[in-house]
Nanobody, 123 residues
């Protein structure tokens, strides 16, 4: 499956962005989709994920209450709504697909990765 992330940009602190992850070339509904991010000089970290099985959502503590992940299987797309953005949210955001439905916060569970989309939050 191929993944295309989009929607990044430059926003002021407190603002919002919505990222999209569009999938093609596979049966989208059987994949859990996760978002990860990597800031310069830092390791890639988990942001959010949504299970294919029951749409269970999992979030990193740092984004709980601010970010919302959702999926539209009819459009083969997963969204990451990011509100109340902070400068520390600045990173390249990647979406990924996994055949697992549990422990999907673990990057090693993901087999397919999209290219990143840059999010920059100014203070």
């Amino acid at each position: 499956v191929q993944l295309q992330a989009s929607g990044g940009g430059l926003v002021q602190a407190g603002g919002s962005l919505r990222l999209s992850c569009a999938a093609s070339g596979g049966t989208f509904s059987i994949y859990s989709i996760g978002w990860f991010r990597q800031a310069p000089g830092k390791e890639r970290g988990f942001v959010a994920a949504i299970s294919y099985r029951d749409r269970t959502r999992t979030y990193a503590d740092s984004v709980k209450g601010r970010f919302t992940i959702s999926r539209d299987n009819a459009k083969n797309t997963v969204y990451l709504q990011m509100n109340s953005l902070k400068p520390e949210d600045t990173a390249t955001y990647y979406c990924a697909a996994s055949g697992y439905y549990n422990d999907i916060w673990e990057a090693r569970k993901y087999d397919y990765w999209g290219q990143g989309t840059q999010v920059t939050v100014s203070s």
